[in-house]
């Protein structure tokens, strides 16, 4: 995982009050890596930042504002339809959709793996 870091993430940089939290003592029961972002230094996690006021803006536009979490949800999965299959985003080639471009990538494989094989 790549997280800033919030209390909610990690409490071993939290000027010596010590121990981990529940986050990462999970984490490190399901051997997951955990790094986190330089302090003072945003840009590391700016994409996911920028991702998230993106979602917000657009569910504060929904004239149907959610009564539950499972509305939530429904309205959570059309925008992220949305974004990945519809929207063209600036910042990839002739203003693609992060689908297109991730399908058009070609994907790594295995070393010694020639393409085809399974």
């Known amino acids: 995982t790549l997280t800033d870091n919030g209390m909610v993430f ?3 940089l939290a000027g010596g009050r010590g121990g981990r939290n529940a986050f990462e003592h999970e984490l490190r029961r399901l ?38 979490t499972t509305d939530l949800q429904t309205l ?10 519809h929207r063209p985003h600036r910042s990839l080639p002739h203003r693609a959709t ?6 058009t990538r070609p994907k790594a494989q295995p070393a010694g793996s020639r393409d085809g094989d399974t």
């Open 98 to 103: 992060p689908a297109t471009a991730y399908t």
């Open 10 to 12: 990690t409490t071993r």
């Open 31 to 68: 051997h997951v890596t955990q790094k986190n972002s330089t302090p003072n230094h945003p840009t590391t996690c700016g994409k996911v930042e920028s991702f998230q006021q993106t979602m917000k803006k657009w569910l504060r536009a929904q004239p149907d504002q959610p009564a539950t």
């Open 76 to 85: 959570i999965d059309r925008f992220a339809d949305a974004y990945n299959h």
